[in-house]
Every structure is written in C-alpha cells, then in structure tokens.
C-alpha cells in the first residue's frame, strides 16, 4: 500500500519494530493491534457479564437520593440520614453479586501477609477463626466507640433541629459529631474487616489463571505468525514469577512503604538474568510489550469524560498545564544542561516523570524507539521515587497544614502510578483522594498525546536526514497504534457512561466491568509485563546510561521542579482563579 519517505531501522534493540510500508495484514500481525483487538474482547466479555444482570437493590437508588436532596434541603450539614442513604447508595455494586464474587475469586491476585509466605495463597479455617478471635476485642471495642459516637451525634442532630438549624453553633456542634460518628464508623469498619477473614485456597485459581492467560496470549502469539507451544512453557515461567512479585507486594511491611508489585516483579526477573540468566526456553514466553499494551487498553476504558468534567476547569489546568511543561523542561534540561547522549532515554525518563509513570514511558518509548534498557531504567526510576513520593508527599502535606483539595491536586499531578496516588490521597482524607485520583485520570488522556507529539517530533527533527521531508506516513508507522485502542476504549466507555446515566454506570460500569473484571485483568498483565522487562534486561546494558549518574540527575530535577510548579498552580486554579469550584468539592 502506501510507501514512506524513509524507512526505520529495524534494530532489535528498539522497542517497536515497524515496516516501511502497511498492509491489512498489519491488523491482525503487529502486535500493537493485536493489543487492541484482544483488549477489546476483554471489554466486550466484561459488558456481556455485568451489563444484563444489574443487582436487585439498583431500584432504591431513586429512593435513597430522594432522601440526600431532603435531608441537604433541610440542614446546612449532612445529616444522619444523608449518610445513612449515601452508604446504602455506594454499598450497590454489581460485582459485589455472587457471579461477580466468582469472578473476583478467580482474578485475585495473593492476599496479604506477615510471617509466612504461604499465608498469601493458602488459610485454613482454624487460622481464620484463630485471626477472627484475636481481632474480636478490637472489633468489639471500635464497635462500641461508633455507637457511642452515633449517639452524641444523634443528641447534637437533635438539638440543632429543635432550632430549626438556624442557630450556627448547634449546626456547628452537630457536624463535629457526625464527623466523629463518621470516623468512628470507618475505624470499625476496618476492624470488623480484621475480625470475619475467611478461609481460602488461591492455588487452584492461580494455576487455573495462569492456564487461561496462557492460552489466551497463546492464541494472540499464533495468529501474528508466533509458535504457541514455544510461548506456553516460558508464560508459565512469566506468571510463576509475577505471583511472587505479587506476594512480596502484599507482605505487611512492603505494603505499608509502598513496594508495589511493578518494582518486584523487576527485581525478580532481573536477578534470574543477571545470574543463572533466563533459559531460552523461556523466552518465548516473555513479551513485554504485548502485555502491557492489551492492559494500557483496557486501561483507557476507566477514562471516562464524566468523571473528567466533575472536578471542572482547575484540574484539567493543573493537569494539562503543568504535565507538558515539566516534560518539554525536562527534556531541555537533559539535552542542554547535564547533555545526556541518549535523546530517547532523556524523553523517555522525562515522559516517565512527567505524566504518568510506566504507561507514559511504554507509550514514549515505542514512538521514540527507545531501547529495552533504556525503558526498563525510566521504569525503575519511576518505581523508586513512587514509592518515596507515595509516603513523603502525604507525610509533608499534613506537616505543613496543607489544604485536602490543593494536597489532592499536588499528590495526583506529582506520583507516577495510579494506586500510589490513590494510597496517598487516602492517607490523607477523602476529598484529596477524589482529587487526586480524579487529576491522575485526566493525566492519563495524556498518554496519547505525549506518543503522538514524540512521533512527529522524532520524525522531523530527531531521527530526520538533511533535506529530506517527512512524511505523514512515517508518523502514522512510529505511533504507536496500541493507543488508538486506549482511545476508542475511553471514547466508548465515555458514552455509555453518559448514555446509561451516573448512578447506574457506578454500580454496573465503575463497580461491574471495571472494577469487577477488567482493572483486575489489567494488573495482572501489568505484573506480566514487568516481570519480561526484569527477565530481558541485563545489568551490563545500563553501564553506558548510568555513567555520570545523569538519569537520576534529570530525574531528581525534573521531580523537584513538577513538585515546585505543580503546588504553585494547585494553589492558584483551586485556591485563587477557580475558587468557587473549590468551593463545591
């Protein structure tokens, strides 16, 4: 068909290998659409599931929002009853339905742990009534505390309604209580979590997941021209490792500093091929790429516009603002400053910092054609100051006085990973979780852009020869297709949340297909993923980068500059230009 300008070069050192010119057999060949397609099928399933079958208290919804707009209407606070229907509300879930309890089942990945590894995969039911037992006294307790608290907001309620709420104290007075009551709840919420564990067993799930991921990718591989026996035996190796990952993960004191799965299933795959190396037989079997772009599709599904909107004009400013100019300083600093030789490592790294940790690094580095060791030491850079970030962020935050909402936006725009910006916005209260996590999702619908923009830049100005002009073709064989899949999915996912309305795309998008199917699966691929990177990458190849110590000199200043502007501009769209949407979070 159409035939470029110029053709890449087709190095096996490059991440993405493309072809001067594009057939349809490119549809179902290349991996990046066959990322596409398979994540698609992923989607279609999980609306094939959870869409036909929506929970039987999905029709108290209108009654318990009846009840929030009355009781909003009647107090200058939000009353008993305005928590007690908002919990009912949230508490309708698809996934939490006995199918989708199934599904989750089978998906999990190892639960947490303290002493013994073991315990991750496997609790029998002496253990779990031994647990329950030790826990019953601070259940009890916490459960005590929360009756207590409810009944001192209770009397408060009362009495600022005998004033007909119109005396400030009173509705002062009974606020803090309901806080209280509040906080109270979620104490014993977390403590009757401690004290009713069930037994279980995980292997059998494991082993069966591991088979049909297996075949699934297998397929994939078979029909891109791949060999399906050859794979199978090195995805059993891949997944046997990303497991591990996922216990050193949820080991109690990796959980509590942060030490994610992505990190160890890096150190894991690194330490095999960096000693006894990783068996050729493996090899087959490890494919970075593959599954990182079928997860980043499912992941623009979680894109949704709505959610997008709700946090209106200062977080898309404080996202779309401040990512794009850290990344572009950044990358100056790298070429100009501290010179580094390597423009792919320096735009990949600066990408990495900038937008949103690995999915930006995957994405950057395909359209740059970075190199594998070159993504798999933004990687780890991003892993490190994740974790850092993830607790010191929070920690200063709270040293300082700082407000939730601008400590939201500070913490969403400034951490890398998704679940560590959530933890973090947790750590300190609820509304700089939602902005926080609000502000990530925006971020995220820079992946694409970033890819495209690093294409076209790559073909004009970087990888172009004198007097030669560049063809758009060129661009379109750079970019990265995998994206067009996380697009469409956002596009898709966007519009039935619209069309089906908010509350019901809660409980059988948000609560169904995604959290109930679709971000479970993309985790896992994100383990595989990150177990190939560790499994391919030796530490001879990052001797050249490392040299200088300029990686993590670009990394600590372009981190130090985002955190810096980031809180400035926080500050000003929420606190100074945008006040009165502040006002309504």
Known sequence: MAQAT????TSTEYVVIDSGKTTLKDLYRKEDWMAIWMGFILLIVGLLIYLPRPPAKMADIPKYNNIMKE?????????????????????????????????????AAPAGWENNPLDAVYRSKGAADAMNAAAKPAFDKAKAAEDAALAKAKTAQAAAAAAGFKDANLNGTADKEIKAWQAAKDKASKAKAKATVKP??????LIGLCVMLGIFFGIGKAIMGGSFARFFPGFIVVFIIAVLAYMAETQSLMKHWGFGFPLWAIVFGMLISNTIGTPKWVMPGVSTEFFIKTGLVLLGAEILFNKILAIGKPGIFVAWICTPITLIL???????????KSKTLNITISSDMSVCGVSAAIATAAACRAKKEELTLAIGLSMVFTAVCMVAQPA????????????????????????????????YGDKALYVAATIKMIQNVLIGVVAFCVAVYWCAKVDCVPGQKVSWWEVWYRFPKFVIGFIVASLIFSFIDAGIGKDASAVMIDHGVLRG?????????????????????????????????????????GQGFQLAFTLLIGYLMFYV????VTARI
Not at 6 to 9: F, L, R, S, V, Y
Not at 77 to 106: C, L, M, P, Y
Not at 577 to 580: L, N, R
């Open 71 to 107: 009781e909003a209407a009647k107090a200058p606070f939000k009353t008993i009853e305005w928590h007690n229907a908002s919990s009912a509300k949230k508490g309708v879930r698809a996934r939490d339905q006995e199918f989708g309890k199934t599904i989750q089942a089978f998906l």
């Open 396 to 427: 200063f935050a709270k040293l300082v006085g700082m407000p939730e909402i601008l400590a939201g936006a500070w913490m969403g725009s400034t951490i890398d990973s998704t679940g560590a910006v959530a933890a973090a916005g947790a750590f």
């Open 330 to 340: 950044t990358y100056w600093f790298g070429q100009k400053i501290i010179k580094m």
């Open 6 to 9: 110029a053709k890449p070069e």
């Open 577 to 580: 230009i945008f006040a009165e």
């Open 200 to 205: 279980f067993n995980r292997i059998p799930h």
């Open 517 to 557: 199917f679709t971000r479970i699966a993309r985790e896992w691929f994100f383990a595989l993923a990150f177990t190939s990177i560790g499994l391919e990458t030796n530490f001879k190849e990052f001797k050249p980068y490392l040299k200088g110590g300029k990686p993590f000199t670009l990394y600590i200043f």
